[in-house]
């Protein structure tokens, strides 16, 4: 596979394994990128995920050679394929990481901002590069940076296609942080670990709400905290927590 997938300790890495073309996605890979995170949002032992990519590249976007050709209804196919991927990464109710070692364009960037945190090494660059094809951007691409920069600086990337070197997109917010390319991956595992070792049922729900706060007004957004609240004050977390807390020692959350 090309996709490959790695568990330790509650933390799966997903890995974009295709170097020699700098991780450049191709029909076969769709479907086993999908696959891997459906699995990854059913299995209870995982509690924090990173997706990364193999060699120096984290993902050149999809391969330009299978572009093209067999009509409408083929493009559609291939372009639900592509959405469900977005769809699988964005829903996952679990924190995701994405690492991103080297260029990151096209749709690559577009899964990249689909995680909820972006570590970045000294050498990524970002580029929504569909203009140079005569493409739109795709795999949420828009909104996700409309949400996160703003429309004119989100506009001004789309239509320039430029490339974001790593600081700018530390400065907009789009990275967390700028790791050295010999670190990156430690640091992804450390960060990962520390999100699976807290009380990812309670961080899902959280993730929840920041998708509500993007589409509702103040008053929906608290009438939906008003459900969510109460129910994981019955969770074990909670329980965890308090008691942890009472007694003066490190939590033990299980994710429940």
Not at 17 to 35: D, F, G
Request: net charge negative.
């Amino acid at each position: 596979m090309a996709i490959d997938l790695a568990i330790e300790d509650g933390v799966a890495t997903v890995t974009i394994n295709r170097p020699e073309a700098k991780n450049a996605i191709t029909i076969e890979m769709r479907e086993q990128l999908w696959t891997v995170f459906e699995a990854l949002a059913e299995d209870d032992q995982v509690r924090a995920v990173i997706l990364t990519g193999a060699g120096d590249a984290f993902c050149a976007g999809m391969d330009v050679n299978e572009m093209g050709g067999g009509g409408i209804a083929w493009s559609m196919t291939k372009i639900r394929r592509l959405h469900r991927i977005a769809r699988a990464i964005a829903g996952l109710k679990k924190p995701t990481i994405a690492a991103v070692n080297g260029v990151c364009v096209g749709v690559g960037w577009s899964y990249a901002l689909a995680c909820d945190l972006v570590l970045a090494s000294e050498t990524a660059r970002f580029a929504q590069i569909f203009r140079n094809i005569g493409l739109v951007p795709d795999g949420g691409a828009v909104w996700q940076l409309r949400q996160q920069i703003g429309t004119m600086r989100a506009k001004e990337i789309v239509y320039s296609g430029r490339m974001v070197g790593v600081d700018e997109a530390e400065r907009l917010g789009l990275v967390l942080e700028k790791v050295e390319s010999d670190s990156l991956l430690d640091r992804a595992r450390e960060l990962a670990a520390s999100l699976a070792n807290g009380p990812t049922l309670a961080l899902g729900m959280a993730k929840r709400q920041f998708e509500l706060a993007a589409a509702t007004s103040f008053d929906q957004f608290l009438e939906a905290e008003f459900s969510m609240q109460p129910l994981m004050s019955r969770s074990e977390d909670h329980e965890e927590g308090v008691s942890a807390f009472k007694e003066r020692r490190a939590a033990s959350f299980k994710g429940a």
